[in-house]
T-cell receptor, first 111, second 111 residues
Framework: EDKVVQSPLSLVVHEGDTVTLNCSYE??????LLWYKQEKKAPTFLFML????IEKKSGRLSSILDKKELFSILNITATQTGDSAVYLC???????????FGKGTKLTVNP | DTGVSQDPRHKITKRGQNVTFRCDPI?????LYWYRQTLGQGPEFLTY????????KSRLLSDRFSAERPKGSFSTLEIQRTEQGDSAMYLC?????????FGEGSRLTVL
């Protein structure tokens, strides 16, 4: 099945640092790329990206998609301990409702 | 709390037994999804309903798995003759086009 690969798998930073999480994908008939945050149980929605080069922002988080190179990045500036979580990337394709997730990046923000 | 409720939150069973999980979605969402997540992996798609119709099912889903959504409201996921490899978190979600709201999940442990 077409893959979603996230890197790094794990990352430890100090409060205040800026981090960049990477997601590359392979899919035919691409529709969207999504980011989720999973702290303990349920993943929570962050962003959905469908167009290249258009940055989406929410507070200290931002994300952008490159459909030519088939990747997306998630940036978190001025990290806080509350940002500690697993960040999941997923893609969808036309003709299907399913999300295909990567393994996630486990981010730990130390005080 | 996303408004998606799952029950039970944790189920321990012996190999060979049948188990059933229930999901109560956000009432105005007509799309409902089941995912399975194991440690260190992203959620894996199982099946999708639009109202009461099961429109998509993973090829990975064996005949021991069945899901229903009578009347287009709550949904159940049944696993027959459980195996140790079925141990996982079973997540229900509602929404559309990737912007999904996940429940807290039902954790299954097969001994």
């Amino acid at each position: 099945e077409d893959k979603v690969v996230q890197s790094p798998l794990s990352l430890v930073v100090h409060e205040g640092d800026t981090v960049t999480l990477n997601c590359s994908y392979e899919v035919t008939n691409f529709r969207s790329l999504l980011w989720y945050k999973q702290e303990k149980k349920a993943p929570t929605f962050l962003f959905m990206l469908t167009s290249s080069g258009i940055e989406k922002k929410s507070g200290r988080l931002s994300s952008i998609l490159d459909k030519k190179e088939l990747f997306s990045i998630l940036n978190i500036t001025a990290t806080q301990t509350g940002d500690s979580a697993v960040y999941l990337c997923a893609r969808t394709q036309g003709g299907s409702e399913k999300l295909v997730f990567g393994k996630g990046t486990k981010l730990t923000v130390n005080p | 709390d996303t408004g998606v409720s799952q029950d039970p939150r944790h189920k321990i069973t012996k190999r060979g037994q049948n188990v059933t999980f229930r999901c109560d979605p956000i009432s105005e969402h007509n799309r409902l999804y089941w995912y399975r997540q194991t440690l260190g992996q992203g959620p894996e798609f199982l099946t999708y309903f639009q109202n009461e119709a099961q429109l998509e099912k993973s090829r990975l889903l064996s005949d021991r798995f069945s899901a229903e959504r009578p009347k287009g409201s709550f949904s159940t996921l049944e696993i027959q003759r459980t195996e140790q490899g079925d141990s996982a978190m079973y997540l229900c979600a509602t929404g559309r086009f990737g912007e999904l709201f996940f429940g807290e999940g039902s954790r299954l442990t097969v001994l």
